[in-house]
């Protein structure tokens, strides 16, 4: 099984970008983090980070053919990117939306994500450790 964790704008600077929100743990961290979990489980992983909305929908549309399940946490273009959702649909991939803070806790724009509709789960709100369970929901 192969899963493609994408991760949206800002998330490269995880550990310096509000700490009090997103925690002190860095990308290099959570990279480390998901690769064991998947070591573990016999999962190939492949990582991918972008702040730009067309190089995230050009890695969706790569991933058509060769992979088993997206895990993307889309950043700021969760309330924003209808390019995402038209992306995670067209490939027919099973694809969870993940979190690392609850967006429902936040402002109110945070509250509406378009790429939801075309995923099969969301994880908010646990951390790191949504990835996990986005992984794990992906793999059952």
């Not at 099969?120 to 450790?129: D, E, L, R, Y």
Request: net charge negative; hydrophobic share 35%.
């Amino acid at each position: 099984m192969k899963i493609l964790v994408i991760n949206g704008p800002n998330l490269n600077m995880l550990g310096i970008r509000e700490p009090q929100i997103y925690g002190k743990q860095t990308y290099n961290d959570l990279v480390e983090l998901i690769a064991e979990h998947c070591k573990q489980k016999n999962i190939e992983v492949e990582f991918y980070q972008s702040n730009h909305e067309g190089c995230l929908v050009d890695k969706i549309q790569e991933a058509y053919g060769n992979t088993d399940g997206i895990v993307i946490n889309p950043g700021a273009y969760t309330h924003t990117s209808v390019a995402l959702l038209d992306a995670v649909k067209t490939v027919g991939i099973p694809t969870v939306e993940v979190h690392i803070s609850d967006p429902d806790a936040r402002e109110d724009f945070r509250k509406t994500s378009y790429i939801r509709s075309g995923c099969v789960a969301t994880v908010k709100g646990k951390g790191f450790n949504g990835y996990l369970k986005a992984i794990d929901i992906l793999t059952k």
